[in-house]
């Protein structure tokens, strides 16, 4: 496996944990049912795309990490509860970002179709929390 491809699926593995473990945190903050069930999905989801990286690495030959990114203590040196949903966004943003970067040299098909979808599914998640805020579901 490439090492530089074997280092971008690793480090979004990285922060997918991170993101995991932030939405843990920020399920049991919610006050809303509505946001809580929200965030409960948005977490899964981390957890997936998590298991999916690992798993292509595995399959293209590399090591998965099993590090979890910084991004947990960052979130959590934010004071407030709707300071730690924005970062929380901005992350996905990263991720998203991120895979737009590197999408076009994956070279592996079926590496690449996850990773268009992976970006798709971080882009309807931004869109949920977006309008929890809007509604004051914080």
Do not use: C
């Not at 496996?1 to 280092?7: A, F, H, P, T, V």
């Not at 730690?84 to 076009?104: P, T, Y």
Request: no cysteine.
């Amino acid at each position: 496996m490439d090492s530089r491809l074997e280092g971008f699926l690793n480090l979004l593995g990285e922060a997918e944990r991170a993101g995991g473990r932030v939405l843990h945190d920020l399920t049991e903050l919610a006050q809303s049912l509505e946001l809580r069930e929200m965030l409960k999905k948005v977490g899964h989801d981390e957890g997936y795309y998590a298991g999916e990286l690992a798993a292509h690495v595995r399959r293209l030959g590399g090591n998965p990490s099993t590090k979890t990114g910084d991004f947990v203590e960052k979130v959590r040196a934010v004071g407030n509860f709707r300071g730690k949903l924005e970062l929380l966004n901005r992350g996905q943003r990263w991720v998203i970002r991120k895979i737009e970067e590197n999408v076009a040299t994956a070279g592996d098909a079926p590496l690449k179709a996850f990773l268009v979808v992976m970006a798709q599914g971080h882009r309807v998640n931004i869109g949920a929390l977006e309008e929890a805020l809007k509604e004051g579901l914080v």
